[in-house]
């Protein structure tokens, strides 16, 4: 079965600076999307970010990017410039190239902005 | 983008009522629906997932009478609690995905049941 792990609880950074989320997943299949969601309080569930696992090259959106590492089975997502309206609830998520659509959740973690 | 709603976004009811919470793709057909449960600083739970016209496949340990879930068209999913008791007070998400946005969920903005 395919879990998702996220090791880390709870983050602060302070703003604008730069902050890396770890997510660790495991799986058998070798194609496959992943995800990094954003919760803010608003409890609205935000893409912010997609890698297709074949696809060798890191995914960026403006100040968010991925360090996707297929060997290792890392998938962490890096903030630069780090704004207070980041500050959220930041899920990592693992689903099959598959009909299902299925996604399996990290624990999340909790990052802090601190002005 | 794709959008999807939820209605109510917030209802209270007394302990053995039933509620009825609603989710719809407002601008897509959904042939999927998903349906998730969160506690407070947890994580989604997964609940089931509907297809439009088929009954919903319920993840294990979700009881399928107490958690009716009926996807009656390509744009509406619904969620009836029956017979509610204080610990199915939780935040409920639904998303909905479709074959031709590649199975990307779209995520409603939630409803808090609180079962009194």
């Known amino acids: 079965a395919q879990t998702v792990t996220q090791s880390q609880p709870e983050m602060s950074v302070q703003e604008a600076e730069t902050v890396t989320l770890s997510c660790t997943y495991d799986?058998?299949?070798?194609?496959?999307?992943l995800f990094w969601y954003k919760q803010p309080p608003s409890r609205q569930m935000i893409l912010v970010i997609r890698?297709?696992?074949?696809?060798?090259q890191n995914a960026t959106e403006n100040r968010f990017s991925v360090n996707f590492q297929k060997a290792a089975k890392s998938f962490s997502l890096k903030i630069s410039d780090s704004q207070l309206g980041d500050a959220a609830m930041y899920f990592c998520?693992?689903?099959?190239?598959?009909?299902?659509?299925?996604?399996?959740f990290g624990q999340g973690t909790t990052l802090q902005v601190k002005p | 983008g794709a959008v999807v709603s939820q209605h109510p976004s917030w209802v209270i009811c007394k302990s053995g009522t039933s509620v009825k919470i609603e989710c719809r793709s407002l601008?897509?057909?959904?042939?999927?629906m998903f349906w998730y449960r969160q506690f407070p600083k947890q994580s989604l739970m997964l609940m089931a997932t509907?297809?439009?016209?088929?009954?919903?496949?319920?993840e294990q340990g979700v009881e399928k009478d107490k958690f009716l879930i009926n996807h009656a068209s390509l744009t509406l999913s619904t969620l009836t609690v029956t017979s509610a008791h204080p610990e199915d007070s939780s935040f409920y998400i639904c998303?909905?995905?479709?074959?031709?946005?590649?199975?990307?969920?779209?995520f409603g903005p939630g409803t808090r049941l609180t079962v009194l």
């Open positions: 601008d897509f057909q959904a042939t999927t």
């Open positions: 998303s909905a995905s479709d074959r031709r946005y590649y199975n990307e969920q779209f």
């Open positions: 509907s297809n439009e016209g088929s009954k919903a496949t319920y």
């Open positions: 799986t058998s299949e070798s194609d496959y999307y």
């Open positions: 890698q297709e696992a074949y696809k060798q």
């Open positions: 998520a693992w689903r099959s190239t598959g009909n299902t659509g299925k996604l399996i």
